[in-house]
Antibody, heavy 120, light 107 residues
Framework: QVQLVQSGAEVKKPGASVKVSCKAS????????MHWVRQAPGQGLEWMGI????????RYAQKFQGRVTMIRDTSTSTVYMELSSLRSEDTAVYYC?????????????WGQGTMVTVSS | DIQMTQSPSSLSASVGDRVTITCRAS??????LSWYQQKPGKAPKLLIY???SLQSGVPSRFSGSGSGTDFTLTISSLQPEDFATYYC?????????FGQGTKVEIK
């Protein structure tokens, strides 16, 4: 079945970097854009950026420019999101989500989420 | 950036009630509007795309309407499994933006 499986929870110190993976299966990886969305504890959803798994092009939210990098590995159907210079405010659940162009770019499949805790 | 404003932020309702949530965009987004349901500890789930199209597998008690700047999500008869937080999201332009969420609680 179509699914996105993310890597496990991470605990990082302030100033460190974290890299979260999202492995796709059950569909043609390069045919759907992938987005990253995060959710701080008790808060709403915040869009971080998008990657085109076909060509690798990316667009990031202004808030994360310079700190976030999204890449893909077509050989393993995996996208990665790396966030650097972590601070306590980056403590959140990070989700990857597939966008389906035929449905006006709605996010139809989501990963299970990866909890990233930033604490000294 | 396009701002998405949902109302109310929370509501209390009983099983069987009709519930309506509204979402307003700060500029026209045509029908590039989706609705998601999120339960505690779970990833969001797509309910409605293109403002009014029901995602496969979603019960027909959920419906969406609107275009341009004003949108609504309606649950025709609230069921116990519908108690959750609901988000609207625009996909008209980047950055994609979400409403702040509407928490539907049991009365």
């Amino acid at each position: 079945q179509v699914q996105l499986v993310q890597s496990g929870a991470e605990v990082k110190k302030p100033g460190a970097s974290v890299k979260v993976s999202c492995k796709a299966s059950g569909y043609t990886f390069t045919s759907y854009y992938m987005h990253w969305v995060r959710q701080a504890p008790g808060q709403g959803l915040e869009w971080m950026g998008i990657i085109n798994p076909s060509g690798g092009s990316t667009r990031y939210a202004q808030k994360f420019q310079g700190r976030v990098t999204m890449i893909r590995d077509t050989s393993t159907s995996t996208v990665y999101m790396e966030l650097s210079s972590l601070r306590s405010e980056d403590t959140a659940v990070y989700y990857c989500a597939r966008a389906i162009a035929a449905r006006y770019d709605a996010f139809d499949i989501w990963g299970q989420g990866t909890m990233v805790t930033v604490s000294s | 950036d396009i701002q998405m404003t949902q109302s109310p932020s929370s509501l209390s309702a009983s099983v069987g009630d009709r519930v309506t949530i509204t979402c307003r965009a700060s500029q026209s987004i045509s029908i590039y509007l989706s609705w998601y349901q999120q339960k505690p500890g779970k990833a969001p789930k797509l309910l409605i795309y293109a403002a009014s199209s029901l995602q496969s597998g979603v019960p027909s008690r959920f419906s969406g309407s609107g275009s341009g700047t004003d949108f609504t999500l309606t649950i025709s008869s609230l069921q116990p499994e519908d108690f959750a937080t609901y988000y609207c999201q625009q996909s008209y332009s980047t950055p994609r933006t979400f409403g702040q969420g509407t928490k539907v609680e049991i009365k």
